[in-house]
């Protein structure tokens, strides 16, 4: 599996841990980690594509 591909999967998880926890702090800290791997995969496809 691609790097990217799998961080954006690890996002989606953190997505929905969010979405399924009574406890806002760790709500709030999953959709912050999922926006961090967000950023992370597409940082990733951008240096991906520089080197071609």
């Known amino acids: 599996m691609k790097m990217a591909k799998a961080i ?4 989606a998880t953190a997505e929905r841990v969010a979405v399924n926890t009574a406890d806002t702090y760790v709500a709030g800290q999953m959709r912050t980690l999922a926006q961090a791997f967000k950023i992370q995969a597409e940082i990733i496809k951008k240096n991906k594509k520089k080197k071609k």
């Open 8 to 11: 954006r999967q690890q996002a």
